[in-house]
Each structure stands twice: as C-alpha cells, then as structure tokens.
C-alpha cells in the first residue's frame, strides 16, 4: 500500500487474504475502487511507494511464485477493458435440434483474469440445467429446442471492475413440426405430440372427418380400426 499525494488518494496491490491477489485498489477518504491496471501478477510482502519523479506508484518484489525481484510502476491510468474476439452468431435450428452458441473474451489488455461468464437470454441469465449447457463458458449448448428458446442470446463477461456484454444473437427455432399429420391439435409448444392429439383424432373419427382417414382408403367404411393404427404409426414417426 502507498499514498498518491498528487491524486490525494492511498493504492493498494494484492497481499493475501486465503492467498495472494493481484487486485489493485483505490482509497480517496470515502470509498474504496476496484482499478483494471494490468499490472503485476498476485503476490504478497512487496514494498510500494510513490514516485515524485515519474508520477507514479511504484511495487518492488514481493512473494508470490516464489519469491520476486521485479519492479511495477502505475501511473493511476485504468487498463484497457476485456475485448470479445468472437460474438455469438445468428442461427436457426429444427424444433428438438441442438444450437451451439460461440464466443470468446481476449484477457490480454487487462491480464487480469478470470473473468465470470454467463449467458443471458433476452437478458435473463441462464444456468446449466438439462438441457442447457455451458451456460459459464465460452460456450452454449441448447439441446432439444423448442419454441420457448427463440430470442436473443449474449454472453456477459464480468470482471471485478466492468461487466461485458457481447453482442446479441438470435435463435430462430423452426417449428414445422407443427405442419406434421400427427400433430392433429396444431399445438406449438413442446411436447408438440402428446396425448391431446389422441383425443383429437378421437374426435375426428367421431365426427366423421376426413382427417380421421389416416390411411387414405376409399372403399367403405372409410373409417375403421385401420386408421387408428396408421395415426399410432404417424405419431411414433414424430416429425417425419
Ligand atoms: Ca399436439
Ligand atoms: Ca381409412
């Protein structure tokens, strides 16, 4: 730790706490901040004091891995952020395909990792769970997709100074599924088959609908235990 008389304000590096960091720490009598400096690497017992010559606070030495012998000079100037080197890109995917998510943070003009990553959609963050993956990462994995996954997607990056966020990309999630014979309620959500089709061709059959002729035929009765086991067969294909 040293006092800035210019800036009128103390600096604090690293020392250790569980162990030694590599954070950097303002002090100007009322609130302490965090600062990006991309300086030193983590350590503890090294000598700080500022330097009326070059204006600024200089670090000397310290242990950290292993013991040190280097010398840090800080002119109170904050880093550079976190970049994103590769956004997330738009994409489309089949209902019930997976879609991937990609992106990725260069660290070097901070040097100051790690970063926490968390993807958001519509900004709302998402956390590993069945289905998705990665949600911590560079990263996403979204399997099974279904309607309730269209919509914007980003990845927010946190440092203990500014959160990131990369640029938004969307997810389109085709549903032609919807269209399949089997899916006689036209229902949108997933599961799009489920037993409500059932009932539904029940009363299609009932009623004397044409839809209920599963199998096409033309000869009478149009309508028999035949098509009952073409739509059971229609509904095990799935979306074919
Ligand atoms: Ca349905
Ligand atoms: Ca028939």
Known sequence: MAYDPI?????????????????????????????RTGGPPRRTW???????????T?????????????TWAWDGTSGPPPVFEEHPQNQSVNWTETATFRAAVDLAPTGTPPLSLRWRREGVPIFDDGRYSG??????????????????YDLLASDACTPLASHFASLTV????????????????SPIL????????????????????CDGSTAPPVLNVNDFVCFVNRFVAGCE
Request: proline fraction near 1%; include cysteine.
């Open 7 to 35: 800036a009128r304000r103390v600096v604090l590096f690293g020392c250790s706490r569980s162990s030694s960091q590599d954070d950097t720490w303002i002090w100007d009598g009322t609130a302490w901040e965090r600062r």
């Open 46 to 56: 090294h000598a700080m004091a500022y330097h009326d010559s070059i204006g600024a």
């Open 58 to 70: 200089v670090l000397f030495g310290g242990y950290g891995a292993g013991f040190l012998a280097d």
């Open 135 to 152: 949600a911590a990462t560079p990263v996403l994995t979204i399997a099974n997709c279904n309607a309730g996954d269209a919509g914007r």
């Open 174 to 189: 085709i549903l032609d599924c919807i269209e399949t014979y089997a899916n006689c309620d036209r229902s949108s959500t």
């Open 194 to 213: 489920n037993v409500m089709d059932f009932i539904c061709f029940n009363n299609f059959f009932a009623a004397g609908h044409t839809y209920a002729n």
